[in-house]
C-alpha cells in the first residue's frame, strides 16, 4: 500500500477487529497494523485473533468491553457481520466504530479496500465525525419473570424454531394489542437495520436520520399483516401464544438479536421493544466520491450503489456553473453579431 500519510500521532489507541477467517481480511489488518504504528498509534487486538494476525506491533487484549476503552476509534476489517461483533465491545466503551467493508454489501461500512489510503490519512488527520446510531432495548419476560434482557443495533426478530410449524403472535404498540398473526416470525428493527433482515422481509429502507421504529412481519397469515413504521417512543412487542394443558402448534419460538444473540421463548413469552438508551457510534469521513460510492457518500448513494440500482438518464440539478458559463458564451455571441457602436456612427 502506497500514499500513507506522514502523520504523527503519539498517544492515540486503537482497536482492530478483523474477519481473520478471510486472507484477505488478515492481509489488510496486517498492512493497517503496521502502517498506524508506524504514524504513532497503539493498535490492540483481539486475543482470538491474534495468532492468525501474527503483527508483532500490536497489543494483545482479551475478548470483553475493557478492549475498546481509552480507544479513539475501534477499526473494523470485514462485513457487517464482523462490525455487529464490534459494536458489542465499542458500544459500552463509547469508542465510534470505523468500517471497512470486505463483505457483500456493508451498509454500516465507512470505506472499500481501495479506499485505505485515504480512510488513514482522515483518521490520522483527526478528518472525521462522530455519527449516532438508534438501538433497540430488548426485555423477555414470562408470567411475571424477566427472561432476559438485551439490546440491538439492527434488529430483534421473534421467529419460529422449528421450520414445520407457525409460530401464533399477538402484535402490540403502546401497550394496546393490534393484531394476532399465523407467521413465521417478526422483526423489530432500527432504521439502520431497515437495509438488513427487515429489507429482506419486504420492509421499508428508513434512512438512518429519520428516528423511528420498524415492524415487519414474517409471512403473516392475516387480513392485516402489513409493515409499520411508529414512533421512536413507542414500545413494541409481540406475545407468543400457547395452549394451557396441552400440547400446542405454538412452541419453538427463539428471539434473535444482530442474528448474533439466541433466546429461547416458551410458550406465553412476551417480547418487548424500545429505543436503546445507549446508541452506537459510527466515524464519518470526508467525502471521496469517484465512480461508485466511496468514502463519505451520501446514504443514496450507497444504496445506488450496493444494490446495484439502475439510474441511467439521471440528469440531476443544473450545473449553474455551467449555466453562467454558457450564458456567458451566448452574451459573447450576440455582442459579436451585433455592429460596432463606435465605428457604425460615421464614415
Not at 15 to 29: I, Y
Request: charged content about 20%; some cysteine; proline content about 7%.
Amino acid at each position: 500500500m502506497t500514499g500513507w500519510p506522514d502523520v504523527s500521532a503519539d498517544g492515540r489507541v486503537v482497536l482492530l477487529v478483523a474477519h481473520t477467517g478471510k486472507p484477505e481480511a488478515r492481509r489488510v489488518s496486517r498492512a493497517l497494523i503496521t502502517r498506524l504504528s508506524e504514524l504513532g498509534f497503539a493498535v490492540r487486538v483481539l486475543e482470538p485473533e491474534a495468532a492468525e494476525l501474527g503483527s508483532p506491533a500490536a497489543q494483545v487484549v482479551p475478548v470483553s468491553p475493557a478492549a475498546a476503552t481509552g480507544a479513539e476509534v475501534v477499526l473494523v476489517v470485514g462485513g457487517d457481520g464482523t462490525l455487529l461483533r464490534a459494536a458489542e465491545l465499542a458500544r459500552p466503551a463509547r469508542v465510534p466504530l470505523l468500517g471497512v467493508n470486505l463483505g457483500h454489501i456493508g451498509f454500516l461500512a465507512e470505506a472499500e479496500p481501495e479506499d485505505l489510503s485515504a480512510a488513514v490519512a482522515g483518521l490520522a488527520a483527526r478528518h472525521y465525525s462522530v455519527e449516532q446510531r438508534m438501538t433497540v432495548d430488548i426485555a423477555v419476560r414470562n408470567n411475571g419473570e424477566q427472561l432476559a434482557a438485551t439490546w440491538a443495533l439492527n434488529e430483534a426478530s421473534v421467529e419460529k424454531a422449528a421450520r414445520e410449524r407457525m409460530l401464533d403472535l399477538v402484535i402490540e404498540v403502546d401497550g394496546r394489542p393490534l393484531s394476532r398473526w399465523g407467521c413465521d416470525g417478526v422483526v423489530f428493527a432500527t432504521p439502520t437495520g431497515s437495509t438488513a433482515y427487515a429489507f429482506s422481509a419486504g420492509g421499508p429502507v428508513v434512512w438512518p436520520e429519520v428516528d423511528a421504529l420498524l415492524m415487519v412481519p414474517i409471512s403473516a397469515h392475516a387480513l392485516f399483516a402489513r409493515p409499520m413504521v411508529v414512533s421512536p417512543q413507542s414500545v413494541l412487542a409481540a406475545e407468543v401464544i400457547g395452549v394451557a394443558g396441552g400440547q400446542s402448534d405454538t412452541t419453538g419460538a427463539v428471539l434473535w438479536c444482530d442474528g448474533r444473540r439466541m433466546v429461547e421463548l416458551p410458550p406465553g413469552s412476551r417480547v418487548e421493544v424500545r429505543r436503546g438508551d445507549l446508541p452506537v457510534l459510527l466515524a464519518r469521513l470526508p467525502a471521496v466520491i469517484g465512480a461508485r460510492a466511496r468514502i463519505g457518500a451520501p446514504f443514496t448513494d450507497r444504496l445506488v450503489a450496493k444494490f446495484g440500482l439502475p439510474v441511467a438518464g439521471w440528469r440531476g440539478r443544473p450545473d449553474r456553473s455551467a449555466d453562467r458559463s454558457a450564458d456567458g458564451a451566448a452574451d459573447r455571441e450576440a455582442a459579436a453579431q451585433r455592429p460596432d457602436e463606435e465605428s457604425s456612427g460615421h464614415a
